[in-house]
């Protein structure tokens, strides 16, 4: 016998999600410079993909497509690339 917690299962070797999305970030419109985000589900086999748009926080939230196994959204923040606080890149060489 395994030692575990009480309620741990060995779950299938199989997917329970499984979905490409493609996002394209960039500038579709000339009065929004960078502000624009356009999404993708391969699975619906759209023929144009779906602008998002951002809340007040420059935030995007993308819903996963339904399924019986589980639900969610992908949470994207917006902000000044590179970031020193994230990338260290304004950090002087260590001596």
């Known amino acids: 016998m395994e030692k575990g917690l009480l309620w741990d299962h060995e779950?299938?070797?199989?997917?329970?999600?499984?979905?490409?999305?493609?996002?394209?970030?960039?500038?579709?419109?000339?009065?929004?410079a960078g502000q624009e985000m356009k999404i993708l589900w391969l699975a619906d086999r759209a023929s144009e993909p779906t602008l998002i748009e951002p809340d007040e926080n420059r935030t995007y939230d993308i819903p996963l497509r339904a399924a019986q196994s589980c639900s969610g959204s992908i949470h994207i923040a917006v902000s000044r690339w590179p970031d020193p606080a994230l990338t260290l890149d304004d950090v002087p060489a260590l001596k």
């Open 11 to 32: 779950y299938p070797g199989r997917q329970i999600y499984n979905e490409t999305l493609l996002i394209r970030v960039g500038d579709f419109d000339p009065t929004r």
